[in-house]
């Protein structure tokens, strides 16, 4: 009989084995949740398009990062619909729009809980762009005003992490100067450095009402093609002082976040976005898939991937099954 010496069956053999030589080990504390916020009380409004996510009134998002915490996940995430919307998007650095207020109203229920405060202006203008127009364009170095005080609200209300999405050049740098004058050295800034013009953001329009009423976003989000303009992003970002580099979208750039894990030293994000979650949600919805095994299954592949945080609307249930493994 032939003995083959080497058999990496032995090291699946059971459950026990595969436990104790697993290279990736995903964690609850791995996980951000994204919330929106809207005008109102006592509003909890199931987005459409992405079943089991839902528009929460401050009160609501109280009691719903109340719950976050005690599942073990460490960070939210504040995305908001303002109460008005112009132009320059002002209501985005207005004390009493909902993401500042929840903000603030969250920190003060559950100090420990991580906030992350997303500065972009798309939900806020009138036009739907991240920054002022000059015309159709969208302008650089004026946007770059705007987005400093838009962090520094967020500061000011309670943000632990500010994290630019906008995709203007130099923003990281003005966040930074604009934080440190305003006496926040220790808020840290995690920069969607790298983020892709994508078609996998289509849910996350309807749940922020952030659709561009003209044109696309193409002149200042990434080529999907690209990768090694990817790590130059990177390097400008960490030059002027992010703390945490972040890949947007996740799932079908899980090349170019191994390519900038191992590029940098400093901790990696990727967000798993709406798109990802509402095609997985309508497969398990149709029967066509078991959700727990495929959502847990794309996680880890993240995380194998090279992420340190993972921000995903997956969270509340990804806590609840591996709490019950």
Known sequence: MYMQKLRPRRMRISAGVRDMVRETELSVKDFVYPIFVV???HVREEIPSMPGCYHLSVDNAVKLAQEIYELGIPSVEVFGLPEYKDEIG???WDMKSPVQRAIAAIKEAVPELVIVGDVCLCQYTSHGHCGKLCGHYVDNDETLKLLQKVAVSQAKAGADIIAPSDMM??????????LDGDGFMNVSIMSYAVKYASGYYGPFRDAADSAPQFGDRKQYQMDPANVQEALKEVDLDVAEGADIIMVKPALAYLDVVRRVRDHIHHPVAVYNVSGEYAMVKAAAQNGWID????????LTGMKRAG????ITYHAIEAAKWMAEA
Do not use: F, M, Q, Y
Not at 169 to 178: F, P
Not at 291 to 298: A, D
């Open 169 to 178: 050049d130099g923003r990281v740098a003005a966040i930074r100067e604009a």
């Open 307 to 310: 992420a340190d945080i993972i």
């Open 39 to 41: 005008p109102g009380e």
């Open 90 to 92: 002002s209501s985005a």
């Open 291 to 298: 959700e727990k095994r495929i959502v847990l299954e794309t």
